[in-house]
T-cell receptor
Framework: GAVVSQHPSRVICKSGTSVKIECRSL??????MFWYRQFPKQSLMLMAT?????????EQGVEKDKFLINHASLTLSTLTVTSAHPEDSSFYIC?????????FGPGTRLTVL | DQQVKQNSPSLSVQEGRISILNCDYT??????FLWYKKYPAEGPTFLIS?????DKNEDGRFTVFLNKSAKHLSLHIVPSQPGDSAVYFC???????????FGTGTSLTVIP
């Protein structure tokens, strides 16, 4: 069965609203969570890396005030897209664990109208 | 700057034949490589990996070959099956690090 879950799997929101995406590791403790986004026909781009209990490390070009990441426990990380705009529409995917952990979440399709 | 490249966006193969997906990288420090399979609207699923101390790793129908001097790796699927139709991503990282660098993916279609 799936070892990493994401919720919701699909969300449609109006421009200007905020959306929270949850990523849970179901049967292991994830000290590190990675958040990716994927545009159509493009590669998975790492947005940020978060370690449990500390602030996330954002990749260059990713606005930390827009994409809020919280990793409050060893099994849960959240990504909040604040004041979403149509250009934020994308497929957001989390990965839990480290180099030896190969499991991604199933992804969340965000559509901003 | 794309450090991992998959130059073929798509590939079609007849069922039963071999599928060969290619991947090139630019950073000679990468020492761990992975292949993922992805269906639409789903997260990537790990397929197979290889570390730089090896040049080949085999798992059932899937074999990954690594040519360090050419900074090139390939995934062979044999025999190809219609269920293999998906987008395949290669990724590279440092064994000591957590960050994966992904290619842009190759969409494989296996024709029955």
């Amino acid at each position: 069965g799936a070892v990493v879950s994401q919720h919701p799997s699909r969300v449609i929101c109006k421009s200007g609203t905020s959306v929270k995406i949850e990523c849970r590791s179901l049967d292991f403790q994830a000290t590190t969570m990675f958040w990716y986004r994927q545009f159509p026909k493009q590669s998975l781009m790492l947005m940020a890396t978060s370690n449990e209990g500390s602030k996330a490390t954002y990749e260059q070009g990713v606005e930390k005030d827009k994409f809020l990441i919280n990793h409050a426990s060893l099994t849960l990380s959240t990504l909040t897209v604040t004041s979403a705009h149509p250009e934020d529409s994308s497929f957001y995917i989390c990965r839990a664990g480290g180099t030896d952990t190969q499991y991604f979440g199933p992804g969340t399709r965000l559509t901003v109208l | 700057d794309q450090q991992v490249k998959q130059n073929s966006p798509s590939l079609s193969v007849q069922e039963g034949r071999i599928s060969i997906l290619n991947c090139d990288y630019t950073n000679s420090m990468f020492d761990y490589f992975l292949w993922y399979k992805k269906y639409p609207a789903e997260g990537p699923t790990f397929l197979i990996s290889i570390s730089s101390i090896k040049d080949k790793n085999e798992d059932g129908r899937f074999t990954v070959f690594l040519n360090k001097s050419a900074k090139h790796l390939s995934l062979h699927i044999v025999p190809s099956q219609p269920g293999d139709s998906a987008v395949y991503f290669c990724a590279a990282s440092l064994l000591t690090g957590n960050q994966f660098y992904f290619g842009t993916g190759t969409s494989l279609t296996v024709i029955p």
